[in-house]
């Protein structure tokens, strides 16, 4: 606005001066003076030029100035907005990152509180297996003493039985000339009674003869003779008697006899009751024992029915039979476990004719449905199973060995620490590795079920996941078992310490499967 204030004085200035020049004739000292009021003048406007174009610039600079500063403060607002939000995201970051320190400082204090019983039980292991090392050679000393005691034993016995063969020996040819005085005996036994009855009945008639005849000043004699024959009957009866017991001693001593030569011979034959040994047979102290131990012995076999077969393996307690494939066999537990778990061992006793060995064991949960798997199929590698823990990761064990329907103990153990597992199959190392979901938590509250694969929690079984045999001993401990403890479950020394669940927790039997209830193993049929 300004410069077109002067441009508009400059043309009227311009215009005065064109009117002074014509009448500059008739007014020359006006002129001059004029002249040198329009030279002043145009001094006076350079110099207010100038300090226009001074003021003018001093504006423009003014302008940009502010501008400037404008800008400045608009940047300075940009930059206090981005730093306020960096400043909340990395408040954030730092309370995350508390968080996560305060998380690790947990799981370090959890880590080594385990790796603390980790080294104690690592320590009482070792202080169990020199203990066991120490009773085993105690043991074996013990055995090689006994062995040898035994064998002192066996060569006195060997020594005595040869004894006794000869005493037999001798036994025998006394009992066959026995025999032969035994049926003279018999014989003169049959013969004696008839003689002697009709001696008497001759002589009673013979007396009653003399009674007829004789006067009566003989009677005493009479009577005397009548009372002979009678004496001499009752001394008959007696000697038959004797004869008789005599003989009844005679056969219990030959089947003592026979009894004695049947145990030595390896037969069985009834116990007969002992009589007390003839003072004319010899025979040592310790084979009278020894033959009084076998007798008693035969005599408690013969007599008492045969018992059932005692156990070896007896701590399953109980055992499940999966008859077929169907997708309704299947054993849930009431309640899955209940706290996450870095270690795990499952361990069974299992029995199959299939062709795989199927799914023994599924875990699953809304948001994953292979948190823990024991499972195979009939259509893919049929000797071996994936162990799967947190689906997507595996690994596979071998089973070809459990397929031939023969009681087998396998215990799968699992350790975050490193990613370790181990594999048994009756109490040999199947399969190890390591680096197998190292740092997992197998978390709490899912469904736990027996016999198939879970693809949705609690239901979409396939029937060629199906496990068909028997299981037995079923347990879950929540620390890793020590491979001296997995040895003493597979020789049924009793279940160690921490078990979490066992058959004896399952909820619910679906479909056909049946519980039996044995306590040994050998009975679980």
């Known amino acids: 606005m300004l410069p077109f204030c002067l441009l508009l004085a400059a043309v009227c200035l311009q215009g005065s001066l064109l009117q002074e020049a014509g009448t500059r004739d008739q007014r020359k000292p006006f002129f001059e003076r004029f002249r040198r009021l329009e030279e002043q003048f145009r001094r006076f406007q350079e110099v207010t030029l100038l300090h226009l174009q001074g003021i003018a610039g001093n504006y423009n600079i003014s302008y940009n100035i502010d501008t400037r500063f404008q800008h400045l403060a608009d940047q300075y607002d940009t930059l206090a907005a981005a730093l306020n939000v960096s400043h909340a995201a990395l408040q954030e970051d730092l309370g995350s990152l508390k968080t ?31 203990g066991e090392r120490l009773q085993q050679s105690a043991l074996l000393s013990n055995l090689t003493l006994q062995t040898a005691g035994h064998t002192a034993d066996l060569t006195t016995l060997r020594a005595s039985r040869n004894t006794l063969q000869k ?118 102290q310790a084979a009278r024992q020894q033959l009084r131990r076998v007798a008693k012995i035969s005599q408690e076999q013969l007599q008492s029915p045969s018992p059932e077969k005692p156990g070896t393996i007896c701590n399953v307690d109980s055992m499940l039979l999966f008859p077929n494939a169907s997708t309704e066999n299947f054993a849930t537990f009431g309640q899955g476990f209940q706290t996450g ?115 949705v929690v609690g239901g979409g079984f396939d029937p060629s996941e199906a496990f068909v045999g028997r299981l037995a001993g079923f347990a879950i401990w929540n620390r890793t078992l020590m491979p001296g403890e997995v040895s003493s479950i597979a020789i049924g020394k009793g279940l160690p310490h921490g078990t979490i669940l066992k058959l004896a927790d399952v909820s619910s039997l679906n479909g056909s499967i049946q519980k039996v209830n044995c306590t040994c193993l050998e009975h679980c049929l």
């Not at 603390?116 to 020199?130: D, G, P, V």
């Open 100 to 130: 996560w320190m305060k998380k690790l400082q947990r799981r370090t204090k959890k880590l080594a509180s385990k790796l603390s019983l980790l080294a104690e039980s690592l320590s009482e292991s070792r202080k169990q297996s020199s």
């Open 167 to 284: 005493e037999l020996e001798s036994l025998r040819e006394t009992s066959r000339s026995q025999g032969t005085k035994l049926e003279a005996l018999e014989q003169q036994l049959k013969n004696m009674p008839h003689k002697e009855i009709l001696a008497s009945e001759h002589h009673e008639l013979a007396a009653a003869q003399r009674l007829n005849q004789t006067p009566q000043d003989k009677l005493p004699e009479a009577g005397g003779s009548q009372g002979h024959s009678v004496k001499k009957l009752h001394a008959k009866h007696k000697q038959r008697k004797k004869l008789g017991e005599k003989r009844q001693q005679l056969l219990a001593q030959a089947a003592k006899r026979r009894l004695q030569s049947s145990l030595f011979h390896g037969n069985k034959t009834p116990r007969q009751e002992r009589q007390p040994e003839t003072p004319t047979v010899p025979e040592p």
């Open 341 to 455: 778990l870095h270690e795990l061992s499952v361990c069974s006793w299992v029995s199959t004719h299939a062709r795989s060995l199927g799914s023994i064991l599924s875990y699953a949960m809304e948001e994953n449905d292979n948190k823990l798997v024991l499972h195979g199929r009939n259509t893919a590698a049929l000797a071996s199973i994936h162990f799967v823990i947190g689906d997507p990761a595996f690994r596979e064990l071998p089973v070809g060995q459990l397929l031939d329907g023969r009681w087998h103990h396998i215990c799968v153990i699992w350790s975050s620490i490193q990613g370790k597992y181990w594999f048994y199959v009756d109490r040999r190392l199947a399969s190890t590795g390591s680096k197998f979901q190292e740092g997992y938590e197998i978390p709490p509250g899912g469904s736990l079920v027996l016999g198939q694969e879970q693809d």
